[in-house]
Nanobody
């Protein structure tokens, strides 16, 4: 199983980049996908999550600015980031709680490699 993230980079304040993450491999089902971020010297925090049932949650600091969504196959999740601020600068990580198609029916957390988002003022 792999999570491949794309997007990010250097963005000016107020910009609107979009991050995408595709899950691939022997996946039976995906319970939820999420985006976390970790700024220098800070702990990793949950930014946004979306469950297979469509329940969405955001950290307070991004509410109204970020939108998490998924494609119809449920294997791709996007994070549309609007009105970026310098304090959004961080490495963003894709996360998926999924069941591998190995017959064990156990949900496991998988992480993608981080993608850097740097917001210049």
């Amino acid at each position: 199983v792999q999570l491949q993230a794309s997007g990010g980079g250097l963005v000016q304040a107020g910009g609107s980049p979009r991050l995408s993450c595709v899950a691939s491999g022997e996946i039976f089902s995906i319970n939820a996908m999420a985006w976390y971020r970790q700024a220098p010297g800070k702990e990793r925090e949950l930014v946004a999550s979306i469950t297979s049932g469509g329940t969405i949650n955001y950290i307070d600091s991004v509410k109204g600015r970020f939108t998490i969504s998924r494609d119809g196959d449920y294997y791709t999740v996007h994070l549309q980031m609007n009105s970026l601020k310098p304090e959004d600068t961080a490495v963003y990580y894709c996360n998926a709680l999924l069941v591998v198609a190995n017959g064990k029916n156990v949900a496991v957390n998988y992480w993608g490699k981080g993608t850097q988002v740097t917001v210049s003022s």
